[in-house]
């Protein structure tokens, strides 16, 4: 099989204004666990925000997944100490028969038990990222990799606008946006809001809330959710324990106990239980452009 035989039909404006998006197969439908998309601005944190909290549900007893959908495939080398293959590099070497693939192919034991998977990307500019998640999803349900498990967490690439970037919007049920106390971070919260707004017309995907991430302060962020009606689910200082991890490979479950480890660690166990618990589907406006600069971009 090529790898154009198996793309979904595209759907047209069924997902928003002018959109043209990959259409999710119903049968690649994510059944039995709660599942968290996690977006935010491109170097914002996203990896490790998601392996700390996926490290924070492990810690909580539950069944973890993390897929990175990144073609950079390094979401998951905190949780595993190492950067593993992705599933489409993997579907090339046996010219796309998925059949002869194994579980421990493409997935991978990180700390705590987490289930780590990189679904990777195609070559710049040659195909879409939509079509690998799609390809993932369907690879973990045909070898029941998730029916044992209780929590799936997407690890999105930031600041893209394509069919990748949209695709794990179809499986979540929540939406999670790492941001940080400033213009830009905040500036692409509020594009993302409106992206994560078009698709939940037709998918169950709703908006959780917000990380203000390696940020001393976090007045900006909360000026900005009071304007739009967003809410501030979690808040993770700048603190150089958290650049260490990343260094060292590791989450911060795994580090030395010292006294901003413990408090970071205990602010992912208080999201983790959040959302574990379920949040409030919210339905923020997002701004005008003109309006968010006027209202961020002076004093």
């Known amino acids: 099989m090529s790898p154009r035989d198996d793309i979904p039909q595209l759907r047209r404006g069924q997902d928003g204004e002018g959109s043209v998006q990959v259409h999710q197969d119903a049968d690649a439908r994510i059944e039995g666990a709660k599942v968290f998309s996690v977006y935010g601005k491109g170097g914002i944190g996203k990896s490790t925000t998601s392996s700390n909290l996926s490290a924070a549900f492990a810690k909580m007893g539950k069944r973890v997944?993390?897929?990175?959908?990144?073609?950079?495939?390094?979401?998951?080398?905190?949780l595993t100490g190492r950067l593993q293959p992705t599933v489409i590099d993997i579907l090339k070497e046996v010219d796309f028969h998925a059949e002869e693939l194994r579980p421990e192919d493409f997935v991978t034991e990180g700390w705590g038990g987490v289930h780590c998977v990189e679904a990777g990307g195609p070559p710049a500019g040659t195909g879409c990222g939509g079509y690998v998640v799609g390809q993932t999803v369907k690879l973990l349900k045909q070898h029941h990799?998730?029916?044992?498990?209780d929590v799936v967490i997407f690890d999105v690439l930031g600041d893209v606008v394509c069919g990748g970037f949209a695709a794990p919007l179809q499986h979540a049920d929540r939406a999670v946006i790492v941001t940080a106390n400033d213009f830009d971070s905040i500036y692409a919260m509020n594009r993302i809001i409106a992206a994560v707004q078009a698709k939940s017309a037709n998918y169950k995907v709703r908006l959780?809330?917000?990380?203000?991430?390696?940020?001393?302060e976090t007045d900006e962020v909360d000026r900005y959710c009071a304007r739009v009606g967003f809410d501030r689910i979690a808040h993770m200082p700048d603190v150089d324990a958290i650049r260490r991890s990343r260094l060292k490979k590791k989450t911060l479950f795994e580090m030395d106990d010292e006294d901003d480890i413990i408090a970071c660690r205990a602010e992912y166990l208080r999201l983790a239980e959040t959302l574990w618990r379920g949040t409030e589907p919210l339905a923020p406006a997002p701004?005008?452009?003109?309006d968010i600069f006027e209202m961020l971009g002076f004093d």
């Open 65 to 78: 997944l993390q897929i990175g959908c990144d073609p950079k495939h390094d979401s998951t080398f905190t």
């Open 145 to 149: 990799l998730l029916e044992d498990t």
């Open 208 to 216: 959780a809330g917000c990380i203000a991430n390696r940020s001393r």
């Open 287 to 290: 701004m005008e452009d003109r």
